[in-house]
């Protein structure tokens, strides 16, 4: 892995202010269709301060319960919400030391073994405490550097690691994918629902190397943010600021059974209610549920096909962008705002798939051909698919 450059340095700070604390709930939705991947193995989450994550929470309290053989986390330097979260070592006055390290360095926490050592007859946070106290299979330490997740150090316990939970920053997060497929290791991530669409992460669901989880790919998760954010949702009742991300989800390669599934076609093609494109030959599909059961050719539909995508009932020919497929038509065309003249221009539609203009279907033409005066609708973001069983 090459050394971080100056403007990756630069970006790792500005990841540390792109922390999204992801809420238990969100994590215990998901987490629990995996359990049996998890078992017999080592669980690093390489963004999330052990004093501060819910997932380092979730995983240190369910440490037997999934059968895990160790649980690694990290964090940068400082966390935004330091102390805030987590109150893992309660008031104890013999931790005043460490209790104190998350506001100055970057944190790793290995876990090996969570027993019952308060005699409450549950295993969780309190049992880990009161382990670290007495330096048991355990262990705490300060890392040397800031954390970032591409650092040597960070690597290493990488390289440890079976699979990899966490929620990255955003930001970064073309960067931090690439890693883990340089790494060869399993994951279970959060990200932005857009990310499909670079051309990286596109590349990996295409070829089946990475796909969504179980949540809603439209619903959205809530995150708590640092004290200093102005736009958020609400504030909880422990007062802490969460911020609604509606474009967000998660991103894994380890088995998914809804992706094993095929989807349920009850529509038959027709010229009407599947239009053409005029730059690419392939037709439009408005709706995944709407896709025809008895077309064979290439169809275009929305990204959220990807949330319900089986290999084994379609392929994914390209993402339907410039650069990715090439367009049968160049027209020089007029960009309209609502419908109306703005005197920009563009061709080919900015490098999107089009459609022609139809009132009945669509609210507002967006280009104008110059020389014909034709009206055309842009199509969003379209994946090209190809039903590998098309019904008769």
Not at 81 to 88: E, G, H, K, P, V
Not at 89 to 97: A, H, Q, V
Not at 98 to 103: A, D, E, N, V
Request: proline content about 4%.
């Amino acid at each position: 892995m090459a050394k971080p450059s100056n403007s990756n340095l630069k970006k790792a700070n500005k990841a540390k202010n792109d922390e999204f604390y992801t809420q238990l709930v969100d994590i215990e939705k998901e987490l629990k269709h995996y359990k049996k991947q998890f078992c017999g193995k080592v669980v690093y989450c390489n963004c999330d301060d052990p004093f501060e994550s819910n997932f380092f929470k979730y995983f240190a309290s369910n440490f037997n319960a999934l059968g895990l053989k160790r649980l690694i986390a990290t964090s940068y330097k400082p966390s935004p919400i330091a102390n805030t979260q987590l109150s893992l070592f309660g008031n104890d006055k013999t931790l005043t030391k460490i209790k104190g390290r998350p506001k100055t360095t970057a944190n790793k926490f290995i876990i090996n073994e969570v027993s019952d050592l308060d005699g409450d007859g549950a295993f969780d946070l309190r049992d880990i405490a009161e382990q670290l106290k007495v330096n048991k299979n355990n262990e705490w330490s300060p890392l040397k550097g800031e954390g970032d997740f591409r650092s040597k150090e960070s690597i290493e316990l990488l390289k440890q690691a079976d699979i990899i939970v966490t929620n990255p920053p955003f930001s970064l997060f073309r960067e931090y994918v690439a890693q883990l497929v340089e790494y060869r290791k399993k994951f279970l991530i959060i990200g932005n629902t857009n990310a499909i669409t670079y051309k990286e992460i596109f590349k990996l669901i295409k070829n089946n190397e990475l796909r969504t989880g179980y949540t809603n790919f439209n619903v959205g998760m809530f995150f708590e943010v640092p004290k200093e954010w102005e736009k958020y949702h609400h504030i909880d009742d422990n007062g802490k600021k969460i911020a609604r991300v509606s474009t967000s989800c998660w991103f894994t390669n380890l088995e998914v059974e809804k992706h094993k599934q095929d989807i349920v076609l009850y529509k038959k093609y027709n010229k009407t209610d599947y239009p053409s494109y005029e730059n690419y030959k392939a037709i439009d599909v408005s709706k995944v549920q709407e896709i025809p059961m008895d077309y064979k050719k290439e169809m275009g539909v929305p990204i959220t096909f990807v949330d319900k995508y089986s290999p084994d009932q379609f392929k994914i020919i390209a993402l339907g962008i410039v650069g990715s497929i090439d367009f049968t038509k160049s027209k020089k065309m007029e960009i309209l705002k609502e419908g109306k003249p703005t005197g920009k221009f563009t061709v080919n539609a900015k490098g999107t798939l089009y459609r022609k203009y139809e009132p009945e279907r669509d609210i507002y033409p967006a280009f104008r051909d110059v020389e014909t005066d034709d009206l055309y609708s842009s199509i969003y973001a379209r994946i090209i698919i190809k039903n590998k069983k098309p019904q008769k």
